[in-house]
């Protein structure tokens, strides 16, 4: 049950008798800031308190939804940071109420316009969705049988987004509102764009697809060159937005952390994921360093823009939650930072957990930590940003975020993937309904859009494939070789996953069959002091794969294909270093024709006739790692 909102409608009577409830009370959330379990113990309760909002259990409550005044957002904002909490506490008390949530809300196309959304959803609800689906990805957050992946939906997430990149407006960028309905439709809030910039920069270095990259560059190129995002005296500013009706001129130049931790989150990714780029570098660092002052008083961190004259509303009492999120994935993303942040997150933690002393539990959370105790504020959003500044903690104590890189079995097909990543880069500036006609035109053809429509994977049908390798440094988990009656194109599609399609001029009766092996699932961390735990469990015995063409279409079905996990902490760094093999288990179906002609976007023309059974085996590795403790 959600506590009473005193902030709202309360007589002068009231509030006093409140107070006074509470003078001389010395409780406060217990915070040993070198013991983890201490600090999770903290985040226990903190979580409990989020979901006092929570309306998803109560009778005739909305799964993945909180009470109002609450928005639909802020919901995106909560799971996010309860994600976080599940994989640096390693606790699976919420997991099942997460996965409900989120699945929930995810929409007939999986995409995050959900129905109860359709008249009022923003650009920038739908991103904060997106980040937290990244979260999910990146963190390895369980999957769900039979539904989309966390990546499906979060790259679905990107395309509906991408979609509306309005050109003809302040030359790009997002508006604020979906819908021309809604006040504010005609303001490009910069936080919409920044939510697109970081999904994209996250996709980018989670699937190792340069377009994805460039989408990231755009969005980013666009932010700074209409002056949303400005480069000072060695500062870097994030501004609210501005209206169309000036052509983005006149900025309102509010300043919430919230935006800047997502351009600043989104820089390091950046910074990251290309090897420590020194234009990256300096980014993060001016953005850093007006972060670390503006936002900060006494090493303690505050809502500048409304917090000292005590005018915060709901949205931006829960603004200080992403960035505190954002600060702890900086600190992993871009190891610089770190030697910043830590102490930052460290002083604010401890004076949170002191403003964490109200309520009749006692660890009710206010809104300003920098007297370090209980305002008499409270609500959603002073719970999600203790928790996620104190939780933040661990940061450095957790392999940083994963990342896969889909590969071909063979050098020429890498050669070939390059080319076809650089080609495909367009599609990103088409609808979902322009996608499936794009994939129409390729060598993985449909016989129509609907038949793609009626997949549980609809906007990202070019993911299904026949074959799937992935290498783990040298190490090649799925070793397909094909027989030479069938020739292996690799080729990116619109939605860009490398997809490694046998391609049959002729459609015969003959069957091909791939045979998945036994793998073992492996996770190595290097901890700074050079000492190394690896742990090995065995994983399900991955399916067949068949494909047996009939006279008109080939339908397949590719489930728990093998993915190969890495986590990858900055190139300056040799610490915090992760890899991990795991057994996906996904279920992808496609039907297609045998196509008559081969898209642009595959790199090699294929023409040959099958004319026997090919078959590929792929061979069973389980060597067991040495165990040894870490620090």
């Not at 997991?95 to 109860?116: C, H, K, M, R």
């Not at 052509?247 to 800047?260: D, F, G, L, P």
């Not at 090897?275 to 900060?296: C, I, M, P, V």
């Not at 992403?322 to 994935?329: D, S």
């Amino acid at each position: 049950m959600a506590g009473p909102n005193y902030k709202a409608g309360l007589s002068w009577t009231y509030n006093f008798i409140y107070v006074s409830l509470f003078i001389g009370k010395t409780l406060s959330l217990t915070l040993d800031q070198t013991s983890s379990k201490s600090i999770c113990d903290a985040t226990s309760l903190l979580q409990k308190g989020i979901l006092d909002y929570y309306e998803g259990t109560t009778y005739g409550g909305t799964v993945g939804m909180f009470q109002a005044p609450y928005y639909w957002w802020h919901s995106g904002c909560a799971f996010g940071s309860m994600i976080e909490n599940w994989y640096l506490c390693q606790d699976d008390t919420y997991e099942s109420l997460i996965t409900d949530a989120i699945l929930a809300q995810a929409g007939d196309n999986y995409d995050f316009v959900p129905q109860n959304q359709t008249m009022v959803e923003g650009n920038d609800d739908q991103g904060v969705w997106g980040l937290a689906l990244m979260d999910a990805a990146e963190r390895e957050f369980p999957q769900v049988k039979g539904q989309p992946s966390w990546l499906t939906m979060a790259e679905n997430i990107f395309e509906s987004m991408f979609a509306r990149w309005d050109n003809a407006n302040c030359g790009g960028g997002l508006r604020w509102q979906i819908y021309s309905w809604n006040n504010g439709y005609d303001y490009k809030n910069t936080v919409s764009t920044t939510c697109l910039f970081q999904l994209a920069a996250r996709l980018g270095r989670y699937t190792g697809n340069e377009t994805y990259v460039k989408a990231a560059n755009q969005a980013f190129d666009w932010l700074q060159g209409v002056g949303f995002v400005m480069f000072k005296n060695n500062d870097g500013y994030v501004f609210d937005g501005a209206d169309i009706s000036t052509n983005c001129t006149n900025i309102k130049k509010y300043e919430w952390s919230y935006n800047h931790g997502i351009v600043l989150g989104g820089a390091a990714y950046m910074y990251n994921l290309t090897d420590g780029s020194s234009t990256w570098e300096t980014r993060t660092s001016q953005l850093l360093n007006l972060a670390s002052s503006y936002f900060f008083q006494n090493g303690i961190m505050f809502e500048a823009e409304c917090q000292t004259s005590n005018i915060c509303n709901n949205d931006q009492r829960s603004f200080r939650s992403i960035f505190a999120r954002m600060l702890g994935k900086t600190s992993i993303m871009a190891p610089f930072t770190a030697e910043t942040i830590d102490p930052l997150l460290k002083t604010t933690s401890k004076a949170a957990a002191n403003a964490c002393s109200g309520g009749k539990d006692g660890h009710t959370c206010g809104l300003n930590w920098l007297n370090s105790n209980f305002d008499g504020n409270y609500g959603l959003g002073e719970e999600m940003s203790a928790m996620e500044v104190i939780q933040n903690l661990l940061i450095h104590q957790r392999p940083a975020p994963a990342m896969v890189k889909i590969d071909s079995s063979s050098s020429s097909s890498s050669s070939s993937s390059s080319s076809a990543t650089q080609t495909s880069s367009k599609a990103f500036s088409t609808s979902k309904s322009t996608l499936s006609s794009t994939l129409s035109s390729t060598s993985l053809s449909t016989s129509s859009s609907s038949s793609l429509e009626s997949s549980s994977e609809a906007s990202h049908a070019a993911k299904t494939t026949i074959i799937k390798t992935v290498k783990a440094g040298t190490t090649t988990v799925i070793d397909a070789t094909v027989k030479a009656t069938t020739t292996v194109t690799t080729f990116t599609t619109p939605s860009n996953m490398v997809i490694n399609t046998i391609t049959q001029s002729t459609v015969t009766t003959a069957t091909t069959t791939i045979l998945v092996s036994k793998t073992k699932k492996t996770k190595t961390h290097k901890s700074k002091s050079s000492k190394t735990v690896s742990s090995t469990s065995s994983s399900e015995t991955s399916s067949i794969l068949s494909v047996a063409p009939s006279s008109q279409t080939t339908e397949t079905t590719a489930s728990d294909s093998a993915s190969t996990v890495t986590s990858k902490a900055s190139p300056r760094t040799t610490s915090s270093k992760v890899t991990t093999t795991s057994s996906t288990e996904e279920k992808q179906t496609v039907s297609s024709k045998a196509p008559e002609t081969i898209s642009k976007k595959v790199t090699e023309t294929v023409s040959k006739k099958v004319t026997e059974t090919v078959s590929s085996k792929t061979k069973e590795t389980s060597q067991e790692e040495s165990k040894s403790a870490s620090a």
